[in-house]
C-alpha cells in the first residue's frame, strides 16, 4: 500500500503495482480477510484501489448459510448495506456474506463480512447491515486477481465422441 485518499468522501487507496504487471481496470483486489474492492486507475508502477465501502462501490452478494442473493453496497462509513434481497429470504445477524460472482468483477466465494444489524419493517427488509471482514484503516498487503471470473459457457449441441456416434 502506497497511500490512502486524502477526502473521505472518495474510500480509495495506492498500490504500488500498475500495468507494467499486468493490472487493469475492475480487476479484484483481496486481502486475506476478504474482498477490498476494485482497480479503477491503473498506470504503469502504480494503480488507484476503489474500496468497497466507498459510498460508489458495490459487489454482487450471496449469504452463505441460504444462498439469498442481493448486491453489498458501500456507504461511505465502514459499513457496508445489503441491498436488493428477496422479501422471502432468511437473513439474520451473524450470517456470512460472500461474492456472488454475477458482477464480473468479483469471483465468486471470497468473504465480504458479517450481518450484524436486520431491521425489518413487514415482511419486508428495511435495513440489513454488514461488518466488511477486512479492517480497511489497517491494510497492509494486498492481492490482485489477475485471471477474470470464470464465465458459464453454454454446452455445445450434441456432438460426436471422437470416432464413433452419440448413442
Known amino acids: 500500500m502506497i497511500a490512502a485518499a486524502a ?5 480509495t487507496v495506492t498500490i504500488g503495482k500498475g500495468t507494467s504487471a ?10 486475506p480477510d476478504g474482498v477490498v474492492g476494485r482497480v479503477i486507475v491503473p498506470s504503469a508502477r502504480a494503480a488507484k484501489v476503489q474500496l ?5 462501490a458495490a459487489a454482487g452478494a450471496l449469504v452463505e448459510r441460504t444462498r439469498a442473493q442481493g448486491v453489498a453496497m458501500g456507504q461511505g462509513d465502514q459499513f457496508l448495506r445489503l441491498d436488493y434481497l428477496s422479501a422471502t429470504a432468511e437473513v439474520k445477524v451473524g450470517d456470512i456474506v460472500v461474492t456472488s460472482g454475477i458482477d464480473g468483477i468479483y469471483p465468486k466465494g471470497f468473504v465480504i463480512g458479517t450481518i450484524d ?6 415482511s419486508t427488509y428495511k435495513k440489513i447491515r454488514i461488518r466488511p471482514s477486512v479492517d480497511f484503516n489497517g491494510l497492509e498487503d494486498v492481492l490482485v486477481v489477475l485471471t ?6 453454454p454446452m455445445p449441441a450434441a456432438a460426436s465422441p471422437p470416432g464413433g456416434t452419440a448413442r
Open 7 to 11: 477526502t473521505p468522501d472518495f474510500r
Open 22 to 31: 499486468g493490472l487493469r481496470p475492475d480487476m479484484a483486489v483481496i486481502a
Open 52 to 56: 468497497l465501502v466507498d459510498r460508489n
Open 117 to 122: 444489524l436486520v431491521e425489518k419493517s413487514g
Open 148 to 153: 477474470p471470473p470464470a464465465v458459464d459457457e
